[in-house]
């Protein structure tokens, strides 16, 4: 029914939808903004027009209409929390997202979309300039200029995350946390649901190996 | 500008200054820290506001912004609204809806405000007075309850 884009998977709707909850589990579970994903947002938004507009020619009446328009509020809910859940993200940690879309090297994913790297740029102006215009200026010349990205707190990604093994992972490497333990690996089967530091299987999450739960 | 005189007299020899200097810095960083943090908490709330109350905010709230933080407030909602037209198809995705989960389709709800008359999809026209209860689908409700119009019944 739907098409990804101009890239070359094609997914059912319920497989899209599939997606959009994984996206939205991962997000809000991840301490830190994880990658963008426009091409479910977009097949999403235009999943729900095309349910809209069959809904508006179905007869009235019709019990499926109860139905699908459940699903619709429901698929939009999920959409909703999942960028709602980014905005926060994006806010709460400014001028670091900023510095690292900024410091990004060629070839590796945004975790911005156009849209949302715009909006955090316009928060970050909009911020410094009234800390400019209400304190720092009013201070001796020495202290006007602050590091907001030593100022705003990073994410901590140190946290401890619940997941589940979706392909299995041998020798992941468990780093240290306190001077007495060593550094150990493990495997994870799939499957498997385990507690970790969400440091340690930051890439498995991107790569689509682990879900947060 | 203390600080900046006993600095310049410790160049010229006086190092006994030195701690002095120090500590005031320190004194003054802290100082910096707190105004800072405190105005930053404030920034919070104000962005709260936005998700809670939503473009328009109620003359009481806005009696306690200083004239910077409504320009602040007034810049961020309009950064949040190209955001959210940007999303969603052509008239955009409002973010702020929707929420908590739905839980049903239809909502009991009571009428706070003379409304006057509101249709629903299948054609029929509610007339909105106030004190009156009704039965009403749930995303056509939503809008209105933010405004205060209605009232969700649990």
Redesign the interface.
């Known amino acids: 029914d739907s098409d990804a884009g101009s890239e070359e998977l094609v997914l059912t709707p319920a497989e899209l939808i599939r997606s959009l909850e994984q996206a939205w589990l991962n997000e809000k579970f991840a301490p830190e903004l994880l990658e963008s994903k426009p091409e479910i947002i977009e097949c999403v938004v235009e999943q729900l027009d095309h349910m809209e507009a069959n809904l508006k020619r179905a007869k009235k009446g019709d019990l499926k209409v109860s139905v699908h328009r459940m699903e619709i509020e429901r698929i939009r809910y999920v959409l909703s929390s999942y960028l709602r859940c980014r905005l926060v993200k994006i806010e709460k940690f400014f001028p670091h997202v900023l510095e690292k879309e900024k410091s990004r090297p060629e070839g590796e994913p945004s975790i911005l979309s156009p849209e949302e790297f715009a909006f955090a740029k316009e928060y970050m102006a909009n911020t410094e300039t009234y800390l400019k215009n209400v304190a720092l200026k009013h201070m001796p010349p020495n202290l006007q200029k602050v590091s907001l990205l030593k100022s705003v707190p990073k994410p901590n990604l140190d946290s401890f995350v619940f997941l589940r093994v979706l392909e299995r992972q041998e020798n992941i490497l468990v780093e240290p946390e306190t001077d007495e333990q060593r550094e150990y690996t493990i495997d994870l089967e799939e499957g498997s649901q385990h507690l970790i530091r969400y440091k340690t299987i930051a890439p498995l999450v991107a790569s689509g190996a682990v879900q947060l739960i | ?1 203390r ?2 005189a006993d600095v310049s007299e410790a160049k010229a020899g006086r190092t006994d200054l030195i701690f002095l200097i120090r500590f005031r810095h320190c004194c ?2 802290r100082n ?2 707190c ?2 943090a405190y ?2 908490d404030r ?1 919070l709330r104000i ?1 709260a506001l936005r998700w809670e109350y939503g473009s328009v905010l109620p003359n009481t709230i806005q009696f306690h912004m ?1 004239a ?2 409504v ?2 407030f007034n ?2 909602k309009k ?2 609204a ?2 959210m037209r ?4 052509e008239e955009g ?1 409002d ?1 702020t ?6 839980k049903s ?1 239809y909502i009991e709800v009571r009428c706070l405000k003379d409304y006057g008359e509101f249709e629903i999809d ?1 054609g029929t026209t509610i007339l909105l007075k106030k004190n009156s209860q009704h039965f009403l ?3 056509k409700c939503e809008q209105l309850i933010r405004q205060g119009v209605l009232e969700h019944i649990l």
């Open positions: 500008e600080n900046q003054l960083l910096q820290r105004i800072l105005l930053y920034l962005r200083s910077e933080e320009e602040w810049r961020y950064s949040l190209t955001y940007s999303i969603g198809g995705l973010l809806q929707d929420i908590k989960p739905p389709l299948d689908p749930r995303w």
